[in-house]
């Protein structure tokens, strides 16, 4: 798998997700498997203007290579800028968010609202290939609704204006999150195009993401919202792609210990306050399906130090031997 003259390790990668693919989780999935990792998406007009928390969101850690930055927005000088600025924390890539369904993002021009306006999106893309000197991507959905399925126009327009890849989720902005996956937009995009495309939607276990590479022949694929809580999604997809292998269930053991040491880089990098109100968004995935969970995640969302979910991680670990 390359995009350009990019390696990766394998084709299985994690999902740009706001709020929570930040360093501390993008390293915790790279450890378990994953060959690539996106930063969380940033305002193209705030890194202009020097906000600091971009800054922030666009850090990498050493074990992130290859990774990619991504960016927003709807101004394709601004976006060039805003590429341009990236390149100061050295990403393999730049990628550009035209998939986001939030209505912060969607509603004020960025985003999936660029599903709307292929020449738009055209424009930003050209503008970006041009500012920076590493390959620049992006990230799609099948359209804006039904009545306005663009991703193949988009996927074509951004080839010929300089992107070197295209990642597709398989839903329209007005679906968000529910309904099914299309498989079939995917297959559409890869058929449309030279350029690696990358299938995203769904991928939830070894059997999703076997059948997601079957159904739409990509040339890898992208998971979001299975990795959550679920950083060994990587390790068990790998085994069963290239290995024929699946692994055993991971033990509540595990994934405490994991859940503590996620929460314990997120500590190092945010400090305690931040973290543990991270903690209980994460905490809620590590518990899910757990005896008492609801109880469980109850009692996390009132914590405020890191030593009362160790302690209660140790007791739910000792509970389910």
């Known amino acids: 798998m390359k995009i350009k003259d990019i390696e990766f390790k394998n084709n299985i990668f994690l999902a740009p997700m706001a709020g929570i693919a930040d360093r501390a989780f993008r390293e915790l999935c790279i450890n378990y498997g994953a060959g690539y990792t996106v930063t969380e998406m940033v305002s193209s007009k705030g890194l202009t203007m020097g906000d600091k928390k971009s800054k922030e969101l666009l850090t990498l850690g050493e074990i992130e290579n290859p990774a990619g930055a991504q960016i927003f927005g709807d101004d394709p000088e601004i976006m060039a800028q805003a590429a341009q600025k990236c390149l100061e ?17 969607a509603m004020n021009g960025g985003g999936a609202s660029l599903m709307k306006n292929p020449q738009l999106a055209g424009e930003i893309v050209k503008a970006v290939s041009e500012a920076v000197d590493i390959p620049v991507t992006i990230k799609i959905r ?16 951004a080839e010929k204006n300089g ?8 839903r ?7 309904g099914k996956v299309d498989y079939d937009i995917i297959a559409k995009v890869k058929k449309a195009v030279d350029i690696p495309v990358i299938a995203n939607g769904d991928i939830v276990d070894e059997q999703s993401a076997a059948i997601m590479l079957e159904k739409t022949n990509a040339d890898a694929i992208m998971i979001g ?11 068990r997809i790998n085994a069963y ?13 595990e994934k405490m ?11 190092e990098y945010k400090g305690e306050y931040t973290a543990m109100r991270e903690a209980r968004h994460h905490a809620a995935y590590y518990t899910k399906g757990i005896r008492g969970g609801a109880a469980l995640r109850k ?17 739910i670990a000792k509970e389910n031997e």
């Open 89 to 105: 924390f050295h990403p393999n890539i730049i990628d550009i968010n035209m998939g986001c369904p939030a209505p912060k993002i």
């Open 142 to 157: 099948k359209g804006w609704d039904d009545e306005n399925i663009t991703a193949v126009e988009i996927a074509e327009i």
């Open 163 to 170: 992107a070197s890849a295209i990642t597709v989720h398989g």
């Open 172 to 178: 329209t902005r007005m679906q968000m999150y529910s």
């Open 225 to 235: 919202r299975g990795a959550l809580g679920n950083p060994w999604i990587f390790r």
């Open 241 to 253: 792609l290239s290995e024929c292998r699946v692994l055993p269930d991971v033990s509540i053991n």
């Open 257 to 267: 210990v994991v859940m503590l040491k996620h929460i314990q880089k997120i500590i």
């Open 299 to 315: 009692e996390i969302s009132t914590f405020e130090h890191f030593e009362q979910l160790e302690e209660l991680a140790y007791k």
